[in-house]
């Protein structure tokens, strides 16, 4: 006997998740997030609303699976000779990145999803989390190790550059960079 069939990758799932994927970053491209239905992104991307329903809960889970498509790392960090300057490189980039309209978009959505059940690969938060973790241990990993330094550079660079983008009214500067990264690196030295 044969095991039971599960989702195939590249299958109808995935063929699924691609269309109503691009459907939805298409709509937000073209207008506001108050004027997007689930309607609306079912019949853009041919299924039916309840496919949308059943697999995503409601639009704000829509919206932020797609921004996590999009915070998403599409590379490795660059690499400046020295794990201070690839942590600078490293967090310059993800400023500007989060700070832009559709960086800032994508963060939004992630926080607003009520995503409170744990699948086995984590809440959206979690995986949004994951992303940075996993880019800072990969910086890292070019250097000497060090206890404590992603918690550090967590708490030191990318905790205060996400506070600005989404609750003050000016992200941080991007000179300001180098000086959070020091603090983050002196602080995980002390420990």
Same mark, same amino acid.
């Given at each position: ?41 079912? !019949? ?13 809960? =409601? ?29 600078? !490189?490293?967090?310059? =980039? ?57 918690? %550090?550079?967590? =708490? %030191?660079?990318? !905790? ?25 690196? =002196? ?5």
């Amino acid at each position: 006997m044969s095991p039971a069939p599960g989702p195939r990758p590249g299958g109808r799932s995935a063929r699924i998740q691609q269309a109503v994927h691009a459907s939805t970053r298409k709509l937000l491209d073209e207008r506001g997030r108050a004027d997007i239905t689930v309607p609306m992104i079912a !019949a853009d991307a041919g299924v039916t609303p309840s496919t949308i329903y059943r697999r995503w809960g =409601d639009i704000t889970e829509l919206f932020a699976d797609v921004a996590l498509e999009r915070l998403h790392p599409d590379a490795s960090p660059r690499e400046t000779g020295s794990v201070r300057g690839d942590l600078v !490189a490293w967090a310059q =980039d993800y400023l500007e990145e989060m700070s832009s309209p559709v960086g800032r978009a994508a963060l939004r959505d992630v926080v607003m999803s009520a995503d409170t059940l744990r699948s086995e690969d984590g809440t959206n938060q979690f995986k949004c989390a994951t992303f940075c973790r996993t880019q800072i241990e990969t910086i890292l990993g070019r250097g000497e190790p060090v206890q404590g330094v992603v918690e %550090h550079v967590i =708490d %030191h660079v990318v !905790a205060p550059i996400i506070y600005r983008i989404l609750f003050d009214l000016d992200p941080l500067e991007p000179d300001r960079v180098e000086e959070l990264v020091d603090h983050a690196l =002196d602080a995980a030295v002390r420990v």
